[in-house]
């Protein structure tokens, strides 16, 4: 009899996570970011997400700042790609602020904070990564997006 193997997502507990609520192009969002909280964020290529039960991609946009100081990364996710919303049932959330090696609390708070200060920003809040359906999956196409990338600029 075969055996069958279950992976299971145990998420970093260093990733934290922040929805958006924001109408407008998403470069005026990130431009507001970078503002606010000094971070270079800079516009990635889209993140391709596969469609289920099809052969398509959904592109979503990408934007990406590493701050090597603080040994944290951070990434300004569009919830609508190119073929809808990236999770449909969070429909209120424009745009997702994931920080990745930063556990600390009251730099959440302080970032949330500078967020909801940014012009056309109408809200923005903590989200809990285990509570979102299939965020495992985003993580998973996020770091193999990142890998191709790294791996194309080498080439």
Not at 35 to 63: C, E, Q, T, Y
Request: no cysteine; hydrophobic share 40%.
């Amino acid at each position: 009899m075969a055996k069958k193997i279950k992976l299971r997502f145990d998420p970093d507990t260093d990733d934290q996570l922040i929805g958006i609520s924001f109408h407008k192009n998403d470069y005026l969002l990130a431009f507001g970011i970078k503002s606010a909280l000094d971070m270079d964020l800079r516009r990635i290529p889209d993140l391709p997400v596969p469609l289920p039960n099809s052969g398509s991609n959904n592109m979503v946009p990408l934007f990406y700042y590493d701050n090597r100081d603080k040994m944290s990364t951070y990434f300004l996710i569009s919830n609508l790609g190119s073929e809808g919303r990236l999770f449909p049932a969070l429909r209120n959330i424009d745009y997702f602020f994931l920080i990745n090696g930063s556990g600390d609390v009251n730099e959440m708070s302080a970032i949330i904070g500078e967020i909801k200060r940014i012009k056309y920003v109408l809200t923005a809040f903590p989200l809990d990564v285990n509570t979102i359906k299939q965020a495992d999956l985003l993580m998973s196409y996020l770091e193999l997006h990142l890998i191709d990338i790294n791996r194309s600029d080498r080439e």
